[in-house]
């Protein structure tokens, strides 16, 4: 009887596993509208740059990149020198990242932030080197490593079974990320 039970045992934990192993890749949609939630609390943006300007960034607008698998993301910018009279300039600014996901910290990053675009009516070529600099830093700083989602617990683990991302896909309206069992 003890052997019976525990060649049952046994057999039910083989069924168990082949289970798990049956498990195959599942997708997790993540919309536009999510992915601009998890972006708008960085915002408004201000910073002093080198101590000469300051630099303030509103009104993120998050838009898919699908034939680039990137996201960008449009502010309005507006740049002043600390020791200058004026307003200083005004445009607008748009950035791109990398979607990819953090499995420590169970959250969807955008990395390799780059300068996409820098419009700045009537920009004086002599400040719009230095204003491409200062534009390159809010890259980093806007979207490097930033946690726009964070995945919920099922999607990472299901049924006893860890799931590690093995595509991310960008699509006109949502991020699909492709999730595999890990072996």
């Keep these: 009887m003890k052997r019976l039970f525990s060649l049952l ?25 999510r992915l601009q939630q998890g972006l708008e609390p960085r915002f408004p943006y201000n910073q ?5 300007f300051d630099v303030t960034a509103v009104n993120p607008r998050l838009a898919m990149q ?25 445009g607008s600014l748009t950035l791109s ?3 990819r996901v953090d ?12 300068v996409d675009e820098l419009r700045i009516p009537g920009l004086d070529q002599a400040f719009g080197g230095q204003l491409a600099n200062i534009a390159s830093f809010l890259a980093a700083q806007l ?16 049924a006893g079974v860890q799931f590690a991302p093995q595509k991310i896909v960008t699509q006109p309206d949502r991020l699909v990320v492709t999730f595999a069992p890990v072996n």
């Design 9 to 33: 045992a046994l057999l039910g934990l083989l069924m168990l596993a082949s289970c798990a192993g049956l498990i195959g890749p599942r997708d997790v949609e993540v919309p536009v509208s």
């Design 48 to 52: 002093r740059y080198l101590g000469l």
């Design 66 to 90: 699908p034939e680039l698998n990137r996201i960008a993301t449009s502010v309005d910018l507006s740049v002043a020198p600390v020791l200058a009279l004026g307003r200083g300039i005004r």
């Design 97 to 99: 990242g990398v979607p």
């Design 103 to 114: 499995m420590s910290r169970g959250v969807l990053l955008l990395g390799d932030p780059r």
């Design 143 to 158: 979207l490097g490593d930033l946690p726009v989602y964070s995945f919920s617990p099922g999607d990472l683990r299901y």
